[in-house]
């Protein structure tokens, strides 16, 4: 593992213990093998953004991580400033996250499927200076929209995009990544104990919206810990990843463990089928990371039949439904269950014999590497009402930013014992310390991880026209089913967009739902 290995490691202002940093890893890394293949883009890039497959050995990475924060500190921003990014599951996302990171700089990645309304509130409510985008994801304008984003946010000062035919107004950073300058060519030296401060920021769904979760690199370092250990990867392994790094499990189960392993990070956008099958076989990936109902799908296929990968890290976005899974029959490939909870934290188990998921404790979560001994990741608890509250080393210990606290807006909501109340229903066993979780938080919705409160969409589809309506059903692939009724479906569809509406919710009426009942005035669609 590279983390903190000071023979391999370029040299480094003098740090107390608890001061590494992402960058340190990353140099680390870089600094023992350069030569190493380090981040390979999906084959079928052209296909849904701009530019031919890309890869980068971790010197050719170091170099576009020192331009990228050279770019960022000519634009005048001061340190700490927030650097929105919305790229696709591409090297220039990684690049340009560890560029802000290198800049002393905070990340703030954003889910691909936000539209302009989710997007300026977790922005606006961040304070980011700068947006980082993309020219198109599909036939989806994604420079445009960021212009627009930026229109309505008078904080942000920039927006820059990678790609071809962008709008007037927008930075190109295209040259950063075909000219990239010298590496570690300009660098922000942070204080002592760096570690402490804010690194990334992502964004969680309240009652009263989205709000912004912000983490340290000690607390990242923790969440990619525990997924490190728990999947037993080795160093200089390949790992291939569906997850996209714009939620805390994103960041903890692809960036972390490419980077203390200082393995090959092999992308995959969207998921194809066949261009999987292929990257698994000219890669030869160690360890795949999926949804976790994807990785059931593909073991019933016969998928993990040979020997590769050792590991299946499988995401579970609606841990309730964890209990419920089937026995893990693929002997050659470990899996590891994630439970996440939001934003707050997620728990990483491996299955033992049986492939029968192994229940969540109630009280420390220990995890180990080879059965050897085990280090804290976290600690589960049930709070008074019956829900999960988390607390420990990934858990973030303050909310953000600084003046959220003292204002009326939403914020991460810290206990005086330093819990996070996940909203997680549970059910608790003191006795065996064990808990299972029974349910979803209430009056939301979560569509293949994106979560809002259905009571904010319920209104403003209600404004648009008087008697709409939605329903919520199980989903066994994305969690959960939205499914809308509107007199005229198109009229709604198009008035969703307009006020910049997330598609997998505008698709709830759409024509291109998956599963539609009815017909005529009051025809119900489902996404």
């Not at 829900?387 to 973030?396: D, F, H, I, L, Q």
């Not at 509406?501 to 709830?508: K, M, Q, R, S, Y």
Request: hydrophobic share 45%; glycine share 12%; aromatic share 6%.
């Amino acid at each position: 593992m590279m983390i903190g290995n000071p023979d391999s490691a370029p040299a480094r202002p003098d740090r107390t213990s608890g001061g590494i940093t992402l960058d340190d890893v990353f140099r680390s890394a870089a600094g023992r093998h350069p030569d190493k293949l380090a981040l390979v883009d999906p084959p079928n890039r052209e296909s849904f953004t701009d530019g031919k497959p890309r890869r980068f050995t971790f010197a050719e990475a170091d170099r576009v991580i020192s331009g990228i924060a050279s770019r960022l500190r000519e634009m005048g921003l001061p340190t700490d400033a927030v650097i929105g990014i919305q790229l696709p599951n591409i090297a220039e996302n990684f690049l340009t996250l560890l560029g802000v990171l290198r800049a002393g700089m905070i990340a703030a990645p954003l889910p691909l499927l936000w539209r302009r309304a989710d997007a300026v509130t977790a922005l606006g409510r961040a304070g980011a200076k700068v947006l980082i985008t993309c020219g198109r994801t599909g036939a989806f304008n994604q420079a445009e929209c960021a212009m627009r984003i930026a229109a309505e946010l008078f904080a942000i000062r920039y927006v820059c995009a990678f790609g071809d035919d962008l709008p007037d107004g927008i930075v190109a950073c295209d040259d950063l990544l075909e000219s990239p300058l010298p590496a570690r060519a300009t660098e922000q030296e942070r204080p002592r104990n760096a570690g402490t401060n804010v690194a990334v920021v992502t964004f969680d769904t309240g009652a009263a919206g989205i709000f912004p979760v912000a983490r340290n690199h000690a607390e990242l370092l923790a969440g990619g810990l525990a997924v490190v250990l728990e999947s037993g990867l080795q160093e200089r392994a390949a790992i291939l990843s569906t997850l996209h790094p714009a939620s805390f499990a994103g960041v903890s189960l692809t960036l972390l463990p490419w980077l203390l392993t200082g393995s090959t990070l092999v992308l995959h956008h969207s998921f194809a089928p066949d261009v999987f099958r292929a990257q698994r076989r000219v890669h030869r990936c160690d360890a795949l990371v999926l949804p976790a109902p994807v990785a059931f799908r593909l073991a019933e296929a016969g998928a993990f039949a040979d020997a590769q990968p050792a590991s299946v890290i499988a995401a579970w976005r609606s841990p309730e439904r964890l209990g419920a899974s089937p026995p893990w029959r693929e002997a050659r490939a470990a899996l590891i269950d994630v439970s996440i909870f939001g934003e707050t934290g997620f728990v990483a188990s491996r299955r033992g014999n049986g492939g029968v998921p192994a229940p969540l404790p109630l009280g420390p979560v220990i995890v180990s590497k080879d059965g050897g001994d085990g280090i804290k990741a976290g600690e589960l608890i049930q709070t008074k009402t019956g829900t999960v509250a988390m607390r420990g080393p990934m858990v973030p210990r303050r909310g953000f930013p600084p003046r959220g606290a003292r204002s009326d807006l939403p914020c991460l909501k810290i206990g005086a014992d330093g819990a996070v109340d996940t909203g997680y229903l549970c059910r608790a066993d003191p006795a065996a310390a064990t808990m299972v979780v029974s349910g979803a938080p209430a009056n939301f919705v979560s569509i293949g991880g994106y979560r809002f409160p259905l009571a904010q969409l319920a209104d403003l589809a209600g404004r648009i026209e008087r008697g709409a309506n939605f329903t919520v059903t199980p989903d066994a692939l994305l969690g959960q089913r939205l499914t809308g009724g509107a007199a005229d479906t198109a009229a709604m569809v198009r008035a969703l967009a307009a006020h910049g509406i997330n598609p997998l919710v505008a698709a709830a009426f759409g024509d291109g739902g998956n599963a539609a009942t009815g017909g005529g005035r009051n025809r119900r669609q489902s996404y």
